[in-house]
């Protein structure tokens, strides 16, 4: 967490105004707590609601944004913040929506990547792990809204 965030402080440092962390709901919001407390700069704090999982264990593939930001941030340096990058689908189609609301600078941060899973070509611009693809729980992560509270991340067995 210590390293994703000086990663983060280097690169943000040319910024003019507090960068926006935006997180993306449910699931980030554990990862964005304990990533904003290592930040040791002064940063905004917004959310996205975004769903595609449902009660599924696979992305629909259909995003829904439950609820959008609160503030503009239009010429403000964004970083998106996601707890796993699966198909690609998701963050790609969030962060094209993200983007056309006019950040001067947009980058990614993910926490775990699936591999072998994307069918898309995207590439955060910050990653805490890569993990095997098993569906995962815990630490925000969830299965039919059970399992977020869970202190770490564990694969749902067969």
């Known amino acids: ?3 994703l965030a000086r990663d983060i402080e280097r690169d943000f440092a040319k910024a003019k ?3 926006i962390v935006v997180g993306l709901l ?3 919001f554990i990862f964005v707590a304990d990533l ?3 930040i040791n700069m002064p940063i905004e704090v917004d959310f996205l609601w ?3 999982y449902g009660q599924s264990m696979e992305s629909s593939g259909n995003i829904r944004i439950v609820k959008d930001l609160d503030r503009d941030i239009e010429g403000r340096w964004v970083l998106l913040v996601d707890d796993i990058l699966d198909t690609g689908l998701t963050i790609r189609e969030i962060y094209n929506f993200v983007k056309m609301k006019g950040p001067e600078v947009l980058k990614t941060c993910i926490l775990l990547e ?3 899973r994307k069918v898309v070509d995207f590439k955060p611009d910050y990653l805490g792990f890569e993990v095997p693809n098993k569906f995962l729980v815990g630490y925000g992560l969830d299965w039919g809204e059970l399992g977020r509270n869970l202190r770490g991340v564990y694969a749902v067995e067969d």
């Open 1 to 3: 967490m210590r390293e």
């Open 17 to 19: 105004e507090e960068p």
């Open 26 to 28: 449910k699931g980030s």
């Open 36 to 38: 904003i407390r290592e």
């Open 50 to 52: 975004v769903s595609s």
């Open 114 to 116: 699936k591999k072998g």
